[in-house]
């Protein structure tokens, strides 16, 4: 079992930053890639960033340059660090690890999620 706590979401102003933050606890053993997704009313979930165990990332088009996605893998966290939001950012964000559980098994674990809210 694989728990996540999300924080850092809330409401900001266009031009703002905001940080979010992803933690994971339980039978980890290994956390291959870290990601974050987003969910905006009426649309489909998509992939926002990731991060694999090594440092590489990936970025949606839309948030290059704007977001960074960094990791500690002593504290199994994962970090989204936005910047110079947009309304169009305003969504429920999702953090999803994927990785092997101690006794072998793969898993992969979705967040309960944040919104993060830009005002124009």
């Known amino acids: 079992q694989v728990q996540l706590v999300e924080s850092g979401g809330g409401l900001v102003q266009t031009g703002g930053s905001l940080r979010l933050s992803c933690a994971a606890s339980?039978?980890?053993?290994?956390?291959?890639?870290m990601g974050w997704y987003r969910q905006a009313p009426g649309k489909q979930r998509e992939l926002v960033a990731t991060?694999?165990?090594?440092?590489?990332?990936n970025y949606a088009d839309s948030v290059k340059g704007r977001f960074t996605i960094s990791r500690d893998n002593a504290k199994n966290t994962v970090y989204l660090q936005m910047n110079s939001l947009k309304p169009e950012d305003t969504a429920v964000y999702y953090c999803?690890?994927?990785?092997?559980?101690?006794?072998?098994?793969?898993?992969?674990?979705w967040g309960q999620g944040t919104q993060v809210t830009v005002s124009s």
């Open positions: 339980g039978n980890i053993f290994i956390i291959n890639v």
């Open positions: 991060i694999t165990s090594g440092g590489s990332t």
């Open positions: 999803n690890p994927r990785g092997q559980l101690a006794g072998g098994h793969t898993f992969t674990s």
